[in-house]
């Protein structure tokens, strides 16, 4: 799954500190399949993994996940809607806050280890 996330980014700007991207799902990504049938979203899970897709730029290698600190959903995201993350690493702390254009969709936290 890593690698089909990999393959939707696009990065937008990046500084020592901080990284944004867009990603757009298309309605055949796997991620998509059977959530929900005739009316596919974008599982949680599928956003956190390309949070930490995404922070592989902060890290110059793959983070590897130590905890889910917080995870807020308040939108959902269908098929080819792009998506936007703003990414933060400060001290082991990943901060990602994910947007369309129809607004807020997630705010996301990890203690994330840069191997």
């Known amino acids: 799954m ?3 996330i ?5 990065i937008l700007s990046q500084t020592a500190e901080s990284v944004a991207g867009e990603f757009c799902f298309s309605e055949t990504f796997s991620g998509f399949q059977g959530h929900f049938p005739e009316q596919p979203i974008l599982p949680g899970v599928c956003l956190i993994q ?6 592989e730029s902060l890290c110059n290698a793959k983070p590897v996940l130590q905890e889910i600190v917080s995870a807020k959903f308040f ?3 269908k098929p080819d809607s792009p998506v936007q993350i703003n990414c933060t690493l400060e001290n082991g702390t990943l ?3 994910v947007s369309c254009e129809a607004g807020r969709v997630a705010e996301i936290k990890l203690k994330v280890s840069c191997a």
């Open 2 to 4: 890593r690698d089909e």
């Open 6 to 10: 990999k393959k939707q980014m696009k």
């Open 50 to 55: 390309a949070v930490l897709v995404l922070a």
């Open 75 to 77: 939108a959902v995201v």
């Open 95 to 97: 901060k990602a806050a």
